[in-house]
């Protein structure tokens, strides 16, 4: 009875947690794909799983791919700038300065967005990233993308919503507790614990998903205005990858999952973008 009663709690904790966590959504709207992007968007997924039929093209030289990587960072930067401040003109002291660095170190295949101590929004990519980019456009979609997880305050969402998914899983296991009359003391606390981490975890991974398809809409916005094709740029994301490093952890397309809906996504976006060309 006493174990059946803390699992019980515990379930309880975890569904509350995700039926109020559910108030929290995403800042711009994600265009939904019909059937006929769907399945435009499932063929191209096959097709650049298969390595014998990828159209992406070949990997560059060392020196050809920086040079590739400098000259569209020159363009889209600026582009992106722009493209931040109009978005953003309602909201008084949105920081569209952004800056698309190189790091030099990390040994992974990485892009990351980030911030400065000053609160500058930073796009970061590595070395062998840079250099696994087979084209012009696949670079400019992931400098897009990772753009867009500013845009829409990713990185300050999933912190609030660990916060909040900590305090909502803890306070419900502590009220539980308080009419447990039948557990040990410990145990409790340790229940408590375990909620909090349960919480935090939960409410920082309730959006993933769908903040990756609103960076996806942003991403392509931002590289059709600065002349590339993001459909071509989003096969990056659909490519046979190893969602994990040697090491274990994530790798870029762990933490970036490839998916047929990302195209169908992104489809949906150039078709609406070109829709509103026409009015």
């Not at 803390?6 to 019909?34: H, I, N």
């Not at 990772?146 to 305090?167: D, F, N, R, S, T």
């Not at 309730?206 to 989003?234: C, F, H, N, R």
């Amino acid at each position: 009875m006493k174990i059946g009663t803390r699992r019980t709690l515990r379930l309880v904790t975890a569904g509350t947690l995700l039926a109020l966590m559910a108030a929290c959504g995403t800042t711009y709207s994600v265009p939904k794909a019909d059937p006929t992007f769907s399945s435009q968007a499932s063929a191209m997924f096959a097709e650049e799983q298969n390595q014998a039929t990828q159209r992406a093209g070949n990997r560059l030289s060392a020196s050809a791919a920086a040079s590739q990587f400098n000259r569209v960072a020159r363009r889209v930067e600026p582009v992106a700038e722009e493209f931040c401040r109009k978005l953003t003109a309602d909201r008084e002291g949105f920081n569209c300065d952004i800056q698309i660095l190189v790091d030099t170190e990390m040994p992974n295949r990485n892009a990351f967005q980030t911030y400065d101590r000053a609160g500058n929004p930073l796009v970061t990519f590595t070395l062998p990233m840079i250099a696994d980019a087979r084209n012009e456009h696949e670079l400019a979609f992931v400098m897009g993308h990772e753009v867009g997880h500013h845009l829409a305050q990713h990185i300050k969402k999933k912190e609030q919503q660990a916060a909040v998914g900590a305090i909502i899983a803890g306070s419900l296991m502590a009220y539980a507790a308080a009419y447990d009359t039948s557990t040990p003391q410990h145990l409790k606390q340790q229940d408590i614990n375990n909620a909090v981490m349960l919480g935090a975890a939960a409410g920082g991974h309730v959006y993933s998903q769908t903040y990756e398809l609103e960076s996806d809409v942003l991403g392509t916005y931002i590289a059709m205005w600065a002349g590339y094709d993001p459909v071509k740029g989003s096969l990056f994301f659909a490519r046979p990858e190893n969602p994990k490093e040697a090491n274990g952890q994530l790798s870029f397309w762990g933490t970036h999952p490839p998916d047929e809906k990302r195209i169908a996504t992104v489809l949906a976006t150039v078709a609406e973008i070109e829709k509103k060309k026409g009015q």
